[in-house]
């Protein structure tokens, strides 16, 4: 087990702040109170006001709405189709349109989005979350009298004289990790601002997105989004579909984490997933568009029930073809499975601790594409190999390879100096070091941790190492699989244990065990009474045997 501690020292008193400038947060005072909101003006924002605002005022214009497939490309098109009917605009004269797939923006793929456009009669198009660098079809767009309002958040390859770009990349924007969501909600409210209208309530929305695109955290405007956002939903006064949503599935409660394993793996399947009337009744009942909001929930909870049967049935198929000898796993899957290929891949790299590369055969083509999943950095080492190309982020990412190049990029992978990559702790700790103050300070903040370090900011996780006697472990649950360690009337708890764990566990030819562990902090209340509680995540143990003056 390998860890990065941030910190030397944990006193209870100093250990938020302490926490979250070790973890790069640079106004720590301020973040802490709340954040603040970003007071630059976006560029070009004024222009596409003035654009939109005219073609709002002309009784004859259709507007077209692409939406992204992701949560974050759902939430910010719902928003701005909620806009323009606010506005005024028919619901006749807004055209939506769902990617048949897990695709983004207008760049060429089979089902020709451009095309659909022109064919649609729309001559106004709002991109949000998407299109920045889609410069040849925003030209082809204009060249046929098409208007393009692209509301993102992607980094800009290159200047886009074809559409209006309002993007946190073009200009001096001091908020570089806002979501696509953010971006449309910053749009809207600098249109309502400049007309004299009461900005829409969308904040609740885009606490939503910033969480789904796992967006950094650190940020003083996403952390003011997070917390008024997440309030607005709680009370119901934002988008009414949400708050039924959240009601249902947000099981951990209204906070970062909550939403990450509530809400949004959902709305992810759906986008991931190829039901197309599916996604439609979704998006038509989270815009409002439908009143409909039991059966856009239902459909989002059935397109994850597909998705996990879908990625453990590939899981098993693949499993047994794997060759583990090498320092990277690279594997076939049918091309039927593509849009699961990267939650495969983020399983297997998991398992094994090991760069994953899954591809699958591309029709009529001469290359294979697929997903990469990797414990550390390698997306930008790839691509600077010449082999693959690389596209998103450093340790997830898509990858397209041709075929003729494929056992050459093995062979890179075995010959990749690849270290343990080290896991960021909070600190290293012992269990006296566990007090009820302390985890309070972890308990009462969750409005601030998000689900992973990939956030920027996260629950605090600490390392702790002491020895138990075999009278000192219990195992416990109702089904048998729950361990309770107890040290310094300190409990440690480990959930949904291994067999093979709980097998060494009850081989009693030991005195005890070494248990290394990292652990999560809470509280525990029960009978009127609060003590500390600590949660394994991770766990290495080692027997030891009792010296035998320590017998006597």
């Not at 990349?169 to 570089?176: C, P, R």
């Not at 969750?446 to 689900?451: N, R, T």
Request: glycine share 6%; with cysteine; aromatic share 8%.
């Amino acid at each position: 087990m390998k860890t990065k501690p941030l910190l030397k020292k944990v006193k209870a008193k100093t250990f938020l702040k302490n926490y979250l400038s070790a973890l790069g947060v640079e106004d720590v005072e301020s973040y802490i109170s709340g954040g603040e909101y970003c007071s630059d003006e976006l560029k070009n924002c004024d222009l596409g006001v003035q654009k939109l605002h005219h073609a709002i005022n002309n009784i004859e214009q259709k507007f077209f709405v692409l939406i992204d497939s992701d949560a974050d490309g759902q939430l910010s098109a719902s928003m701005m189709v909620d806009f323009l009917l606010k506005m005024g605009i028919h619901k006749d004269n807004i055209i939506y349109y769902q990617h048949t797939a897990k695709q983004h923006g207008l760049r060429e793929t089979d089902e020709k989005v451009i095309d659909k456009i022109i064919e649609s009669g729309a001559n106004f198009c709002i991109i949000p979350d998407a299109g920045s660098n889609d410069i040849d079809e925003c030209k082809y767009l204009k060249d046929n009298g098409v208007q393009v309002l692209i509301l993102d958040h992607h980094p800009i390859e290159q200047d886009n004289p074809y559409a209006t770009v309002i993007n946190v990349f073009n200009g001096e924007y001091g908020n570089k990790s806002l979501s696509g969501t953010g971006v449309a909600h910053k749009f809207i409210k600098q249109y309502c601002d400049y007309f004299n209208y009461v900005t829409p309530e969308y904040r609740d929305i885009v606490a939503v997105s910033i969480i789904s695109d796992v967006c950094d955290l650190r940020s003083l405007e996403n952390r003011i989004y997070i917390q008024e956002g997440l309030e607005i939903l709680s009370k119901g006064e934002g988008n009414s579909f949400l708050y039924e949503m959240s009601k249902k599935l947000n099981k951990k409660g209204n906070v970062p984490i909550g939403l990450s394993f509530g809400i949004i793996p959902p709305i992810n399947a759906l986008c991931r997933g190829e039901n197309y009337e599916d996604k439609y009744t979704f998006f038509e009942a989270l815009s409002g568009l439908s009143d409909d909001i039991d059966n856009g929930i239902k459909v989002a909870r059935r397109a994850h029930t597909v998705q996990r049967s879908t990625v453990e049935k590939i899981d098993k198929a693949v499993r047994p073809t794997l060759n583990l000898e090498h320092k990277g796993i690279v594997e076939f899957v049918d091309a039927e499975y593509k849009n699961y290929v990267g939650l495969v891949a983020n399983r297997i790299s998991s398992a094994y601790n090991k760069p994953t590369v899954l591809l699958r055969e591309k029709i009529n083509n001469n290359y294979y594409s697929g997903s990469v999943r990797s414990p550390i950095d390698i997306a930008t080492t790839i691509n600077q190999t010449g082999i693959a190309l690389c596209q998103g982020h450093e340790r997830a990412c898509g990858i397209e390879i041709a075929k003729d190049k494929v056992d050459e990029f093995k062979e890179w992978l075995d010959n990749l100096s690849i270290d343990e990559p080290e896991t960021i702790i909070a600190a290293e700790i012992k269990p006296e070091n566990i007090t009820l103050g302390l985890c309070r300070v972890c308990e009462n903040n969750k409005m601030l941790w998000g689900s992973s370090i990939s956030a920027g900011v996260c629950e605090p996780v600490f390392r702790v190492k002491c020895d138990f006697r075999l009278e000192q472990i219990v195992i416990c649950g109702k089904n048998k699989d729950c361990v309770r360690l107890i040290n310094n009337k300190k409990d440690f708890w480990k959930f949904k244990c291994d067999q093979d764990i709980l097998q060494m566990i009850n081989n009693y030819d030991c005195a005890g065990y070494t248990v290394d562990m990292l652990v999560k902090l809470g509280v525990n209340e029960w009978n009127d009474t609060v003590n500390p509680k600590a949660i394994i995540e991770e766990w290495e143990i080692t027997p030891f045997e009792l010296d035998w003056e320590e017998e006597f």
